[in-house]
T-cell receptor
Framework: ETGVTQSPTHLIKTRGQQVTLRCSSQ?????VSWYQQALGQGPQFIFQ???????GRGNFPPRFSGLQFPNYSSELNVNALELDDSALYLC??????????????FGDGTRLSIL | QKEVEQDPGPLSVPEGAIVSLNCTYS??????FMWYRQYSRKGPELLMY????GNKEDGRFTAQVDKSSKYISLFIRDSQPSDSATYLC??????????FGRGTQLTVWP
């Protein structure tokens, strides 16, 4: 069983640039969630995608956007990068069904540094 | 008030000790409770998952939820140096948006 994979593992950008982070969900999973984890803090929910549509959003500005593809993989896009965007970005996948849902399983994240 | 409060530690115990990790939460609508373990430079790994109140045991790990006091606990018996990691509690009213504590850093020394 293949787990959640994220790419790239590390990324360095400068303020004002744009970035795209990628996530492949665990096999059998159809839902992807994205979290931001600042150093020494717990993950903060950005948004979730199910059936290729946003299915819930946390307190993040519109410059954070995402996509989910028919194979359930996902992208997180961040425009106009700010210094405070420096963090570990985590993708989590899970199965959402009509009668049961399952907890989220995480990838190892993309560490984004903004200079 | 944050949705989930967790003492960041650090917590340092000798090998073989019983470890108790705790969180409190504020929203009575939360009914899904999880503990994740995060090693340095890795993503969170799901350890325990419970729905509503009660206890759940898996090997050396026991998770407890007390919804009346909004208190979540994880106990680790016979702790091992390989248990050294950051432990994150998480909860939510659905399995969609999860609210995490800031994590407790645990070190088990031989």
């Amino acid at each position: 069983e293949t787990g959640v994979t994220q790419s790239p593992t590390h990324l360095i950008k400068t303020r004002g640039q744009q970035v795209t982070l990628r996530c492949s969900s665990q096999s059998g999973h159809n839902t992807v969630s994205w979290y931001q984890q600042a150093l020494g803090q717990g993950p903060q929910f950005i948004f979730q995608y199910y059936r290729e549509e946003e299915n819930g959003r946390g307190n993040f500005p519109p410059r954070f956007s995402g996509l989910q593809f028919p194979n359930y993989s996902s992208e997180l896009n961040v425009n106009a990068l700010e210094l405070d965007d420096s963090a570990l970005y985590l993708c989590a996948s899970s199965f959402t069904g009509r009668t049961s849902n399952q907890p989220q399983h995480f990838g190892d994240g993309t560490r984004l540094s903004i200079l | 008030q944050k949705e989930v409060e967790q003492d960041p530690g650090p917590l340092s115990v000798p090998e073989g000790a019983i470890v108790s990790l705790n969180c409190t939460y504020s929203n009575s609508a939360f009914q899904y409770f999880m503990w994740y373990r995060q090693y340095s430079r890795k993503g969170p790994e799901l350890l325990m998952y419970t729905y509503s109140s009660g206890n759940k045991e898996d090997g050396r790990f026991t998770a407890q939820v007390d919804k009346s006091s909004k208190y979540i606990s994880l106990f680790i018996r016979d702790s091992q140096p390989s248990d050294s990691a950051t432990y994150l509690c998480a909860t939510g009213s659905t399995l969609g948006r999860l609210y995490f504590g800031r994590g407790t850093q645990l070190t088990v020394w031989p």
